[in-house]
Each structure stands twice: as C-alpha cells, then as structure tokens.
C-alpha cells in the first residue's frame, strides 16, 4: 500500500520560514519523481516544485522560484520542501505527490497523493 504522509505545517508570520516533510513508503521512492502542489479554497491545485528521480533537476513555479527548495533523500524515503519568505498569498493545503514520469509538471502526471498539510502565512 502506497503511502505519502506530509509533516511540518502550521502558522508563520510573513518571511518566515517553514520546512515540509514528506515520508513515502510501498513504492520504489529512488524511481519516482516526487512534487509538491499547493490547493486553496475555491481554486485547482497549484504546482510549485518537482524533483526529477532520473536527472535530479529540480523544476519550480514562478510564484516560489528563489523562496522554495526541493531535496529528497533516498535513503529515508523522504521528500522536502524548504519554504523561505513566506508570504500570506503562500496559504494553503500543501500536498506531496509521486509520479513514475521523469519530468512531471502537472497534477494528472502524478498517480499518488499525501492528504496535506495546512500552511497559515499571517501577521
């Protein structure tokens, strides 16, 4: 059984800092690319950052290139996302996702999904 279980959420203050886990388990972790989206209330699923298992490039949107880093350790099935300068707009459910492609980008390329961890960016 597939499991993707997001830590390290919670309320910050504007340019603070947050780091998420995500602990991956039931798949071959060194052989999927792994991302991270952010979903708000009345809005699709927001694609931030992406690690490719493959080239190991990292690939980010816009929004959080220079403020988010994405790592990943093989060797304890983990995926990280370092978030720096938040900002309130930065609010949101933030879910990891495995997909078996190299490059993925998008939501329908990943086929497995954490539940979420809630991030709170306010003064």
């Known amino acids: 059984q597939v499991q993707l279980v997001e830590s390290g959420g919670g309320s910050v203050q504007p340019g603070g800092s947050l780091r998420l886990s995500c602990a991956v388990s039931?798949?071959?972790?060194?052989?999927?690319?792994m991302g991270w989206f952010r979903q708000v209330p009345g809005k699709e699923r927001e694609f931030l950052a992406a690690?490719?298992?493959?080239?190991?490039?990292?690939h980010y949107a816009d929004s959080v290139r220079g403020r988010f880093t994405i790592s990943r350790d093989n060797v304890k099935n983990t995926v990280y996302l370092q978030m720096n300068s938040l900002k309130p707009e930065d609010t949101g459910v933030y879910s990891c996702?495995?997909?078996?492609?190299?490059?993925?980008?998008?939501?329908?390329?990943?086929?497995?999904w954490g539940q979420g961890t809630q991030v709170t960016v306010s003064s």
């Open positions: 039931g798949l071959r972790f060194n052989l999927y690319t």
């Open positions: 690690l490719s298992y493959r080239d190991r490039r990292a």
């Open positions: 996702a495995a997909s078996g492609r190299s490059r993925a980008l998008d939501t329908f390329e990943y086929s497995d």
